[in-house]
Protein backbone atom coordinates (compact mmCIF):
# COMPACT_ATOMS: atom_id res chain seq x y z
CA UNK A 1 0.00 0.00 0.00
CA UNK A 2 1.32 3.46 -1.07
CA UNK A 3 2.10 5.63 1.72
CA UNK A 4 -0.34 8.74 1.81
CA UNK A 5 1.16 12.15 0.30
CA UNK A 6 0.36 13.95 3.55
CA UNK A 7 0.58 17.68 2.82
CA UNK A 8 2.81 19.28 5.90
CA UNK A 9 3.49 22.84 6.61
CA UNK A 10 7.31 23.88 6.40
CA UNK A 11 8.80 24.30 9.63
CA UNK A 12 10.02 27.66 10.33
CA UNK A 13 13.99 28.49 10.18
CA UNK A 14 15.61 27.22 13.21
CA UNK A 15 18.76 24.74 14.48
CA UNK A 16 18.40 21.25 14.30
CA UNK A 17 19.99 18.62 16.74
CA UNK A 18 18.63 14.93 17.27
CA UNK A 19 15.45 15.64 19.74
CA UNK A 20 16.28 19.12 20.23
CA UNK A 21 14.68 22.21 17.50
CA UNK A 22 15.47 25.64 18.66
CA UNK A 23 13.39 28.15 16.98
CA UNK A 24 12.12 31.89 17.54
CA UNK A 25 8.85 32.31 19.25
CA UNK A 26 7.43 34.79 16.52
CA UNK A 27 8.17 32.04 14.23
CA UNK A 28 6.07 29.44 16.02
CA UNK A 29 3.36 32.03 16.88
CA UNK A 30 3.19 32.78 13.24
CA UNK A 31 3.22 29.57 11.62
CA UNK A 32 -0.03 28.35 14.56
CA UNK A 33 -1.93 31.80 13.43
CA UNK A 34 -1.48 31.95 9.72
CA UNK A 35 -3.12 28.81 9.40
CA UNK A 36 -5.74 29.23 11.33
CA UNK A 37 -6.84 32.54 10.37
CA UNK A 38 -10.86 32.97 11.76
CA UNK A 39 -12.22 35.45 9.26
CA UNK A 40 -15.56 37.61 9.90
CA UNK A 41 -17.06 38.00 6.45
CA UNK A 42 -18.36 41.52 6.37
CA UNK A 43 -20.39 41.41 3.01
CA UNK A 44 -22.66 44.14 1.79
CA UNK A 45 -22.47 43.45 -1.83
CA UNK A 46 -21.53 41.08 -5.56
CA UNK A 47 -17.95 40.85 -3.91
CA UNK A 48 -19.66 39.00 -1.11
CA UNK A 49 -21.05 36.47 -3.54
CA UNK A 50 -17.89 35.76 -5.10
CA UNK A 51 -16.69 35.20 -1.26
CA UNK A 52 -19.69 32.75 -0.88
CA UNK A 53 -17.73 30.68 -4.11
CA UNK A 54 -15.04 31.00 -2.36
CA UNK A 55 -15.74 29.23 0.69
CA UNK A 56 -17.71 26.35 -1.47
CA UNK A 57 -16.55 22.95 -2.24
CA UNK A 58 -14.80 23.90 -5.44
CA UNK A 59 -12.32 26.68 -3.68
CA UNK A 60 -12.96 26.15 -0.48
CA UNK A 61 -11.18 28.57 1.53
CA UNK A 62 -10.42 25.79 4.49
CA UNK A 63 -7.74 24.28 2.82
CA UNK A 64 -5.95 27.43 4.02
CA UNK A 65 -6.83 26.89 7.77
CA UNK A 66 -10.02 29.17 7.43
CA UNK A 67 -12.87 26.93 7.46
CA UNK A 68 -14.46 28.22 10.69
CA UNK A 69 -15.80 32.01 9.76
CA UNK A 70 -16.38 34.11 12.94
CA UNK A 71 -19.78 35.53 12.83
CA UNK A 72 -18.95 37.45 15.70
CA UNK A 73 -15.98 39.87 15.87
CA UNK A 74 -14.88 38.88 19.41
CA UNK A 75 -13.37 35.07 18.29
CA UNK A 76 -12.08 36.72 14.84
CA UNK A 77 -8.76 37.56 13.48
CA UNK A 78 -9.66 38.66 10.13
CA UNK A 79 -12.36 41.71 8.77
CA UNK A 80 -12.95 40.74 5.42
CA UNK A 81 -15.18 44.18 3.89
CA UNK A 82 -16.40 42.63 0.54
CA UNK A 83 -18.92 45.31 -1.25
CA UNK A 84 -19.34 48.88 -1.15
CA UNK A 85 -19.78 50.54 2.10
CA UNK A 86 -22.03 53.78 2.42
CA UNK A 87 -20.94 56.77 4.59
CA UNK A 88 -24.04 55.34 7.16
CA UNK A 89 -22.49 52.37 7.36
CA UNK A 90 -18.67 53.47 8.20
CA UNK A 91 -19.28 53.57 11.60
CA UNK A 92 -20.89 50.22 11.74
CA UNK A 93 -17.67 48.86 9.99
CA UNK A 94 -15.54 50.98 12.70
CA UNK A 95 -17.46 49.44 15.50
CA UNK A 96 -16.99 45.65 14.45
CA UNK A 97 -13.22 46.21 13.78
CA UNK A 98 -13.20 47.71 17.37
CA UNK A 99 -14.85 44.96 18.61
CA UNK A 100 -12.05 42.52 17.31
CA UNK A 101 -9.47 41.23 19.38
CA UNK A 102 -6.01 41.50 18.94
CA UNK A 103 -4.30 40.68 16.74
CA UNK A 104 -6.60 41.57 14.00
CA UNK A 105 -6.58 41.85 10.47
CA UNK A 106 -8.36 43.58 7.69
CA UNK A 107 -8.61 43.19 4.03
CA UNK A 108 -10.51 45.13 1.70
CA UNK A 109 -12.09 42.91 -0.75
CA UNK A 110 -12.80 44.69 -4.38
CA UNK A 111 -13.14 47.87 -6.05
CA UNK A 112 -15.58 49.33 -3.67
CA UNK A 113 -14.62 48.41 -0.50
CA UNK A 114 -10.54 49.46 -1.31
CA UNK A 115 -12.40 52.73 -3.22
CA UNK A 116 -15.31 53.44 -3.42
CA UNK A 117 -15.51 52.07 -6.69
CA UNK A 118 -17.60 53.65 -9.40
CA UNK A 119 -19.65 55.04 -6.84
CA UNK A 120 -17.72 58.16 -6.67
CA UNK A 121 -20.68 59.80 -5.33
CA UNK A 122 -21.92 61.94 -2.10
CA UNK A 123 -23.12 58.64 -0.31
CA UNK A 124 -20.39 55.93 -0.74
CA UNK A 125 -17.53 55.66 1.79
CA UNK A 126 -14.69 55.58 -1.07
CA UNK A 127 -12.94 53.04 0.43
CA UNK A 128 -12.88 51.73 4.10
CA UNK A 129 -9.35 52.89 4.92
CA UNK A 130 -10.86 55.93 5.82
CA UNK A 131 -12.39 54.30 9.21
CA UNK A 132 -10.15 51.31 9.16
CA UNK A 133 -6.56 50.37 8.58
CA UNK A 134 -6.44 48.12 5.67
CA UNK A 135 -4.02 45.58 5.51
CA UNK A 136 -4.57 44.25 2.26
CA UNK A 137 -6.09 45.53 -0.98
CA UNK A 138 -7.88 43.29 -3.23
CA UNK A 139 -8.71 44.56 -6.73
CA UNK A 140 -11.38 43.59 -9.23
CA UNK A 141 -15.01 44.31 -9.92
CA UNK A 142 -15.92 41.53 -8.41
CA UNK A 143 -12.33 39.71 -7.91
CA UNK A 144 -12.94 36.31 -9.34
CA UNK A 145 -12.55 33.90 -5.89
CA UNK A 146 -8.62 32.96 -7.13
CA UNK A 147 -8.30 36.49 -6.56
CA UNK A 148 -9.71 36.44 -2.94
CA UNK A 149 -7.68 33.66 -1.89
CA UNK A 150 -4.45 35.28 -3.19
CA UNK A 151 -5.65 38.23 -1.49
CA UNK A 152 -6.23 35.58 1.72
CA UNK A 153 -2.24 33.82 0.82
CA UNK A 154 -0.96 37.60 1.38
CA UNK A 155 -2.74 38.19 4.49
CA UNK A 156 -1.11 34.67 5.39
CA UNK A 157 1.93 36.04 4.93
CA UNK A 158 1.26 39.22 6.77
CA UNK A 159 0.24 37.09 9.77
CA UNK A 160 3.11 34.53 9.80
CA UNK A 161 5.74 37.20 9.78
CA UNK A 162 4.84 39.42 12.25
CA UNK A 163 6.75 40.08 14.93
CA UNK A 164 5.10 39.80 18.39
CA UNK A 165 5.84 43.18 19.71
CA UNK A 166 3.99 44.34 16.42
CA UNK A 167 1.08 45.28 18.19
CA UNK A 168 2.86 46.91 21.17
CA UNK A 169 4.59 49.59 18.74
CA UNK A 170 4.49 52.91 19.29
CA UNK A 171 4.00 53.10 15.18
CA UNK A 172 0.83 50.89 15.79
CA UNK A 173 -0.76 53.03 18.22
CA UNK A 174 0.07 55.84 15.81
CA UNK A 175 -1.86 54.13 13.53
CA UNK A 176 -4.49 53.49 15.20
CA UNK A 177 -4.83 57.00 17.10
CA UNK A 178 -4.72 58.37 13.26
CA UNK A 179 -8.53 56.55 13.15
CA UNK A 180 -9.76 57.64 16.27
CA UNK A 181 -9.21 54.73 17.99
CA UNK A 182 -7.14 53.56 20.89
CA UNK A 183 -5.10 50.20 21.35
CA UNK B 1 -63.91 60.65 -14.20
CA UNK B 2 -62.94 63.34 -16.50
CA UNK B 3 -60.57 66.50 -16.07
CA UNK B 4 -63.25 68.86 -15.83
CA UNK B 5 -65.09 68.36 -13.27
CA UNK B 6 -62.37 68.24 -11.18
CA UNK B 7 -60.96 71.23 -12.92
CA UNK B 8 -64.45 73.11 -12.43
CA UNK B 9 -64.20 72.34 -8.95
CA UNK B 10 -61.01 73.79 -8.02
CA UNK B 11 -61.41 76.98 -9.89
CA UNK B 12 -64.84 77.75 -8.25
CA UNK B 13 -63.31 77.17 -4.92
CA UNK B 14 -59.39 79.09 -5.70
CA UNK B 15 -58.99 81.88 -7.98
CA UNK B 16 -57.80 81.61 -11.47
CA UNK B 17 -54.16 82.58 -11.47
CA UNK B 18 -52.88 80.21 -8.30
CA UNK B 19 -53.88 77.61 -10.41
CA UNK B 20 -52.13 76.44 -13.71
CA UNK B 21 -53.69 73.62 -15.64
CA UNK B 22 -51.85 71.53 -17.86
CA UNK B 23 -53.90 68.77 -20.01
CA UNK B 24 -51.16 68.10 -22.69
CA UNK B 25 -50.14 64.84 -21.00
CA UNK B 26 -52.03 61.79 -19.77
CA UNK B 27 -51.90 62.95 -16.52
CA UNK B 28 -53.88 65.66 -15.20
CA UNK B 29 -51.36 68.44 -13.98
CA UNK B 30 -52.27 71.74 -11.89
CA UNK B 31 -49.32 73.96 -10.77
CA UNK B 32 -50.45 75.80 -7.70
CA UNK B 33 -49.32 78.85 -5.95
CA UNK B 34 -47.68 77.48 -2.49
CA UNK B 35 -50.14 79.24 -0.50
CA UNK B 36 -52.67 77.52 -1.53
CA UNK B 37 -51.25 74.25 -2.05
CA UNK B 38 -52.22 72.85 1.41
CA UNK B 39 -55.82 73.77 0.62
CA UNK B 40 -55.64 72.28 -2.83
CA UNK B 41 -55.33 69.14 -1.72
CA UNK B 42 -57.28 69.20 1.55
CA UNK B 43 -60.29 69.81 -1.14
CA UNK B 44 -58.94 67.11 -3.48
CA UNK B 45 -58.97 64.75 -0.81
CA UNK B 46 -61.91 65.62 1.30
CA UNK B 47 -64.68 67.04 -1.66
CA UNK B 48 -67.04 64.31 -2.26
CA UNK B 49 -66.94 64.92 -5.68
CA UNK B 50 -62.96 64.62 -5.82
CA UNK B 51 -62.29 61.82 -3.56
CA UNK B 52 -58.50 61.86 -4.10
CA UNK B 53 -58.00 59.78 -0.87
CA UNK B 54 -54.31 58.15 -1.68
CA UNK B 55 -50.80 60.31 -1.87
CA UNK B 56 -49.09 58.01 -4.23
CA UNK B 57 -45.92 59.94 -4.42
CA UNK B 58 -44.48 63.41 -3.24
CA UNK B 59 -40.51 64.46 -4.25
CA UNK B 60 -38.62 67.50 -5.07
CA UNK B 61 -36.91 69.22 -8.24
CA UNK B 62 -34.70 71.51 -8.97
CA UNK B 63 -34.57 73.78 -12.27
CA UNK B 64 -31.44 75.99 -11.09
CA UNK B 65 -32.41 78.88 -14.25
CA UNK B 66 -35.91 79.24 -13.65
CA UNK B 67 -37.43 81.97 -11.41
CA UNK B 68 -39.08 79.84 -9.34
CA UNK B 69 -35.23 77.39 -9.05
CA UNK B 70 -37.21 74.40 -6.66
CA UNK B 71 -39.92 72.32 -6.91
CA UNK B 72 -42.10 69.37 -4.87
CA UNK B 73 -44.21 67.76 -7.52
CA UNK B 74 -47.17 65.83 -5.63
CA UNK B 75 -48.96 62.47 -7.20
CA UNK B 76 -52.75 61.80 -5.76
CA UNK B 77 -54.64 59.07 -6.96
CA UNK B 78 -58.84 58.47 -6.69
CA UNK B 79 -59.06 55.04 -5.56
CA UNK B 80 -62.52 54.89 -6.49
CA UNK B 81 -62.65 56.23 -9.52
CA UNK B 82 -59.07 54.80 -10.33
CA UNK B 83 -58.11 58.67 -11.51
CA UNK B 84 -54.56 60.20 -10.88
CA UNK B 85 -53.61 63.92 -10.34
CA UNK B 86 -50.54 65.30 -10.15
CA UNK B 87 -49.60 68.80 -8.39
CA UNK B 88 -46.67 70.91 -8.87
CA UNK B 89 -45.48 73.78 -7.05
CA UNK B 90 -42.75 75.90 -7.48
CA UNK B 91 -40.60 77.55 -4.54
CA UNK B 92 -37.77 80.29 -4.41
CA UNK B 93 -34.32 79.19 -3.02
CA UNK B 94 -34.14 81.98 -0.47
CA UNK B 95 -37.29 80.40 1.32
CA UNK B 96 -37.79 76.82 0.24
CA UNK B 97 -40.95 76.25 2.47
CA UNK B 98 -44.40 74.77 1.59
CA UNK B 99 -47.21 73.54 4.23
CA UNK B 100 -46.70 70.00 5.56
CA UNK B 101 -49.15 67.44 4.44
CA UNK B 102 -48.50 65.57 7.39
CA UNK B 103 -52.13 66.54 8.73
CA UNK B 104 -54.01 64.78 5.74
CA UNK B 105 -51.70 61.49 4.59
CA UNK B 106 -49.73 59.97 7.84
CA UNK B 107 -47.80 58.56 4.65
CA UNK B 108 -46.41 62.35 3.87
CA UNK B 109 -44.35 61.94 6.93
CA UNK B 110 -41.10 60.14 5.10
CA UNK B 111 -41.41 61.53 1.66
CA UNK B 112 -41.38 65.45 2.85
CA UNK B 113 -38.05 64.06 4.99
CA UNK B 114 -36.56 62.68 2.27
CA UNK B 115 -37.46 65.77 0.19
CA UNK B 116 -36.07 67.48 3.14
CA UNK B 117 -32.72 65.58 3.03
CA UNK B 118 -31.81 66.03 -0.99
CA UNK B 119 -33.53 69.07 -1.49
CA UNK B 120 -33.60 71.37 1.51
CA UNK B 121 -37.07 72.40 1.28
CA UNK B 122 -38.57 72.76 4.85
CA UNK B 123 -41.77 71.49 5.00
CA UNK B 124 -43.73 74.06 7.34
CA UNK B 125 -45.72 71.79 10.13
CA UNK B 126 -43.98 68.64 9.82
CA UNK B 127 -43.78 67.16 13.32
CA UNK B 128 -39.93 65.53 13.17
CA UNK B 129 -38.12 67.27 9.81
CA UNK B 130 -34.78 66.10 10.05
CA UNK B 131 -32.39 63.82 7.50
CA UNK B 132 -34.01 60.08 7.07
CA UNK B 133 -31.41 58.61 4.15
CA UNK B 134 -28.04 60.37 4.46
CA UNK B 135 -25.68 60.35 6.96
CA UNK B 136 -26.57 62.94 10.07
CA UNK B 137 -23.52 65.43 9.75
CA UNK B 138 -24.51 66.21 6.07
CA UNK B 139 -23.83 69.76 5.65
CA UNK B 140 -25.39 69.95 2.29
CA UNK B 141 -28.36 68.63 0.00
CA UNK B 142 -26.99 66.68 -2.56
CA UNK B 143 -29.74 66.18 -5.29
CA UNK B 144 -29.24 70.60 -5.80
CA UNK B 145 -27.81 70.89 -8.80
CA UNK B 146 -25.10 73.15 -7.76
CA UNK B 147 -22.86 70.05 -5.97
CA UNK B 148 -21.04 67.95 -7.97
CA UNK B 149 -22.89 64.01 -7.84
CA UNK B 150 -19.12 63.30 -7.27
CA UNK B 151 -17.04 62.56 -3.82
CA UNK B 152 -15.23 65.55 -3.13
CA UNK B 153 -12.93 63.96 -0.27
CA UNK B 154 -11.38 61.65 -2.99
CA UNK B 155 -7.45 62.75 -3.58
CA UNK B 156 -6.88 60.18 -6.17
CA UNK B 157 -9.11 61.51 -8.90
CA UNK B 158 -6.99 63.24 -11.24
CA UNK B 159 -9.47 65.78 -13.98
CA UNK B 160 -6.55 65.12 -16.59
CA UNK B 161 -7.58 61.31 -16.95
CA UNK B 162 -11.05 62.07 -17.07
CA UNK B 163 -10.64 64.22 -19.82
CA UNK B 164 -11.94 67.46 -17.92
Known amino acids: ?172 KELLKSYGLTA | MENKPIIDILQARFSKETIVVDESSDILTLTVDRNILHDTIKCLKEDPGLQFNFLTTLCGIHYPDAPLPLGVVYHLHNLYEKKRIRLKTFLPDTDPSVRSLTDLFSAANWMERETYDFYGIIFSGHPNLKRILNVDYMDYFPMRKEYPLEDSARPDKDDRFFGR
Open chain 1, 1 to 172: MPSPDYKRVDPPEGYTQPGLFATSLDKVVGLARKNSIWPLPFATSCCGIEFMATMGAHYDLGRFGAERLSFSPRQADLLMVMGTIAKKMGPVVQQVYVQMAEPRWVIAVGACASSGGIFDTYSVLQGIDLVVPVDVYVPGCPPRPEQVINGFMKIQELVGNEPLRRRYSPEY
